[in-house]
């Protein structure tokens, strides 16, 4: 599996999703372009847009936090290929 600043790149984001616990929103995610470098640009209101319920934005977050752990412990060659410090999908 090739990585992308030091995180796994997954076929696409329906691998991700799937491999998460979120397979049902793949398809709406596809069809708005995200990909996994994209997942900490996206705000609750985008993921709302989306159709996500409040419990899988929770798991969203995590398993992009988990993500941007991988990069910072992974890769110390710059910002993280998951999002950056606007705090849209991070942790809040």
């Not at 159709?51 to 992974?74: F, M």
């Amino acid at each position: 599996m090739q990585t992308r600043g030091g995180i796994p790149e997954m076929e696409n984001i329906r691998d991700w999703l799937t491999s998460i616990g979120c397979k049902a929103y793949a398809d709406a995610f596809e069809e708005n372009g995200i990909t996994i470098d994209m997942l900490g640009d996206l705000s609750d209101a985008d993921l709302k847009d989306l159709g996500v319920t409040i419990g899988d934005k929770i798991r969203l977050r995590r398993a992009t936090e988990d993500l941007q752990q991988a990069n910072t412990s992974g890769n110390s060659r710059g910002p993280s290929a998951v999002g950056d410090t606007n705090g849209d999908l991070q942790s809040h």
